[in-house]
Each structure stands twice: as C-alpha cells, then as structure tokens.
C-alpha cells in the first residue's frame, strides 16, 4: 500500500515537473560528434545560464573575500551556497526573513545549494545514520540536529536558492562493493521522499536527483538511470573526487553518462580544478562547482593556460606584467604580478581578493571557451591542446593540500 501511494504520489510529480517548465528549463545549443560534450541554456527564476558552467561556491553566504559585483564582473553567472553552514548559522529560518539568500547576500542572478548532507558525512560530526536521516552535532557549540530528506526540503526552501538538492549519502573511498549498493540504495529511497516533500513546498525551485553508486561500474549506470528516471529536471553526479585517483572518478562517469537522459543537465558535484572542467565535459557533464579556485588562490595558487603557478615564488617579486598576459580579469588589468607577490607576502588583506578575482574569472573564461569550442566544432583540439599546455598539481601534492585543509577545518 506504500508503494502505491509513493507511485501515485510520483505520478503527481511528473505532472506538476511539466507544468513547471516556465521556472525551468534546460535546451541543448550543440552537440560534439566526438565526445559526449554538448553546449547548453539553462533557464532559472534569477536568470539564464549558458553551459559548460563554473559555480564559485560561497559556503557561508560569501564567495571568500569576493562581493557580488566582483563575481558578476568576473562572469559569474551563478553561485553555490552550503545548506549545513547556513541552517547552523545565522540559520534558515533567519534567511527566510531576509526575503531568502539572494536579498540577503546581495547576489541576485541563480543560486544551488547542497542538501548538507556532504559535510555531515565528510566533516566528521555524524553521530548516528538511520532510513530517517543523520543526526549529528554542530561544529559551532554542539548542538543536536537530525538532517532528514524531508526537513532539508523545508531548510532549502527557506534559504530560496534557484536549484536544490535532496539528502544523500556517498560511500567513503574505498568501500566495499556492499557498503557502496547500500549507501546507493538508500540514497535512491531518500530521493523518492525528497521529491514528494519538496511538492510541499516553493514550486519555483528546482530540485535535482543525486546519483551514486561509489567506485562500482554497474552501481553508478543503475543509479544513474534510476534517478534519470524519476521526475528530478536535472541530475547532480555525486560521492566523486572523495580521495580517489583522478583515473577512478573519470572510470565511473563512463558508466554513469550514457545511462543519463540526454534532456537533463548534468552537474558534477564538487569537482572543477581546471583540467576536471575540460575533461569532465568532454565526459557530458555540464555544470561544475569547487572551492579549490578559491582556496587555492589565497594560498598563492594562481591558474594560467600553461598551469598552476605560486605567486609567492620569488620570480614574481619584479614581473611588471600581469599574473598572465592574456588574462581580462580587473587584477590583471589593473595590477602587475609584482604587487600581488608583494601583497601576499606582506599578507594585505586586498591580496585574497585580487587572487579569488583572477581564479575566479580563469574558470568562467575557460567554462566561455569550451562552450564556444561546442559550438564550433572544435572540442576535441580544444581539450587536446588545453591539456598538453596545462601543467595540473601533482596527485601528491594535491593529497598534502587535501590532508592540510581537512586539520584545518577540524580544528
Ligand atoms: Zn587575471
């Protein structure tokens, strides 16, 4: 009898998803004969989207020492907000009263925000999963809460973002092959009570499906076509780039992209350092969010077409050009590499913001670029070119980094 009603209430749900097309919408623009990259429009409430698209990732309702203006200068054309940060504090309820996260924060093209679900999982505070959700406590004074798919409706609903996503639960890397079928299974029940909350709730959000299926090839396509067959407008890939070899993450997208609807957009949860961008598209995923362009530019990691590069190296101290010649954002414009060098070693304040600026406005241009490569045709020479010219952080290093951030967090 469950079952029935879950089933009637989905049927509902398809409904109600057609009828919503006026909030949402996703068009293919171009198809690549090589690849399974494609260039797309995404339509939202707060504006339109053109794909492949980088979302800077503002955890705490801010971009990192970067205002709104700065962000749609630098082509920004939507933002990431974490719903764990923001329940806890200033809290949901309190955004709600604050007309919801665009007035609050001052940005007023789309927004996603995550189900929290992530950093309740990957930050260490769980405290007891059940079928009902996660309890666990605050990172801030310790206080009891319990993250349910029904209540991270509610939460993300009051915070008013644009796109939203349900609770899930990735399995840790590496697991074992029934760990990972677990994890996914529950995850694909929690999407079903998800999708009949969220009916209750802002019919302008769009809710999309989470696939996983940890490093299983056969669990990744059925979880991918389970949750492309359920009436989500669109499908965020997630449990990937949690500690993997990067050879791994791209290994499950061949399983889970060809089992995906075609129609929908694809976004790949967590993932976008230069390089993941232009073979993640090339691998038809279509959206990206990462906090690694903007963590990394305030340790002085600074992207250019022919790799990561330290502004603290002492070979900047009297570059009189720019970070990179080529480069249009307001820092490079504005200010040679010298001054940036000076500013971080001086540790100024305006250094995290010339930094984030320049990542920032690196990984739109490049999202503009592959976009453009779709369209013409030339995705492949693109990627191909892109990467023989980009010198990525080594795995080691990126560990070290990885291992260095988690200490700091936890502290
Ligand atoms: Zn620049």
Known sequence: MCDNTSTANLTRLVVDQESMSAVFSFRIDAECHDSWARAGTIQTPHGTIPTPIFMPVGTQATVKSVSPEELREAGAKIILGNTYHLMLRPGSKLIEEFGGLHSFMHWDGPILTDSGGFQVFSLGHLRKLSEEGAAFKSHLDGSAHMLTPENVMQIEA?????????????????????????????????????????????????????????????????????????????????GLSVGEPKARMWEMLRYVTPALPRSKPRHLLGVGSPEDLVIGVGLGMDMFDCVLPTRVARHGGLFTRSGRVSIRNTRFRTEHGPIEESCDCYTCRNYSAAYVHHLLRAEEQLFYRLASIHNIRFMLRLAADLRASILAGSYPAFRDDFLARYRPASEQVRDEQREKWRAAKLR
């Open 158 to 238: 009051e915070l008013g973002a644009d796109i939203i996503l349900p609770l899930d639960i990735y399995a840790a890397y590496p697991c074992s092959p029934g760990d990972a079928r677990e994890a996914m299974e529950r995850t694909h029940r929690w999407a079903e009570r998800a999708l009949v909350a969220k009916a209750r709730h802002r019919p302008e959000q769009t809710l999309f499906g989470i696939v996983q299926g940890a490093f299983e090839g056969d669990l990744r396509a059925e979880s991918a076509a389970f949750i492309g067959s359920l009436p989500f407008p669109g499908l965020s890939i997630g």
